[in-house]
T-cell receptor
Framework: EDKVVQSPLSLVVHEGDTVTLNCSYE??????LLWYKQEKKAPTFLFML????IEKKSGRLSSILDKKELSSILNITATQTGDSAIYLC??????????FGKGTKLTVNP | ETGVTQTPRHLVMGMTNKKSLKCEQH?????MYWYKQSAKKPLELMFV???????ENNSVPSRFSPECPNSSHLFLHLHTLQPEDSALYLC????????????????FGEGSRLTVL
């Protein structure tokens, strides 16, 4: 059965800190890994990763995939209170289904 | 505005009630999904519709009944629910380019928060 594990489950930091969120997976016929940010209700898309070692970047957020280690990290530099959210990792394998992790709840205090 | 609209945003129902959740996508996508999000659990896929045809039913109890009348609208009909069905129900849509199975990211609605008493 396909599985996605995120760590830590929750994290509290101060504004300006840099955080690293982890996602590891077990999936048959890996196709892609996606990161989403869920602030209140609707998860919003951040990144889709398909190739190892290629960093995707958007402003202060960046992510990279390591297929050998079956994992990905999401980095957020110079965190702001607006970064407070649940960050979801999801993986798509050969079944075409997206399998989600439980998420990491990030709280950024002023 | 996410491009995927869900109504109602909040719903409280008794175990004997019948109600429906509605989802509409304005993105021209051809696939729609229902997910269930419970506290401290991963998002669980319930149903998938590609081009209005149901392609996935993830062992969901029959008290949940989906309906997809066209590629822009998706319903989830609810009847004789249990308290453990209380959760956030998220609708999503995505685009599968014609002639391929290339996946595109999901776009989610704001969700319908369901409480079953």
């Amino acid at each position: 059965e396909d599985k996605v594990v995120q760590s830590p489950l929750s994290l509290v930091v101060h504004e300006g800190d840099t955080v690293t969120l982890n996602c590891s997976y077990e999936v048959t016929n890996f196709r892609s890994l996606l990161w989403y940010k869920q602030e209140k209700k609707a998860p919003t898309f951040l990144f889709m990763l398909t190739s190892s070692g290629i960093e995707k970047k958007s402003g202060r957020l960046s992510s990279i995939l390591d297929k050998k280690e079956l994992s990905s990290i999401l980095n957020i530099t110079a965190t702001q209170t607006g970064d407070s959210a649940i960050y979801l990792c999801a993986v798509r394998g050969g079944s075409e289904k997206l399998v989600f992790g439980k998420g990491t709840k990030l709280t950024v205090n002023p | 505005e996410t491009g995927v609209t869900q109504t109602p945003r909040h719903l409280v129902m008794g175990m004997t009630n019948k109600k429906s959740l509605k989802c509409e996508q304005h993105l021209g996508h051809n696939a729609m999904y229902w997910y269930k999000q419970s506290a401290k659990k991963p998002l669980e896929l319930m149903f998938v519709y590609n081009f209005k045809e149901q392609t996935e039913n993830n062992s969901v109890p029959s008290r949940f009944s989906p309906e997809c009348p066209n590629s822009s609208h998706l319903f989830l009909h609810l009847h004789t629910l249990q308290p453990e069905d209380s959760a956030l129900y998220l609708c999503a849509s995505s685009q599968y380019p014609a002639g391929t199975s290339v996946f595109r990211e999901l776009f989610f609605g704001e969700g319908s928060r369901l409480t079953v008493l």
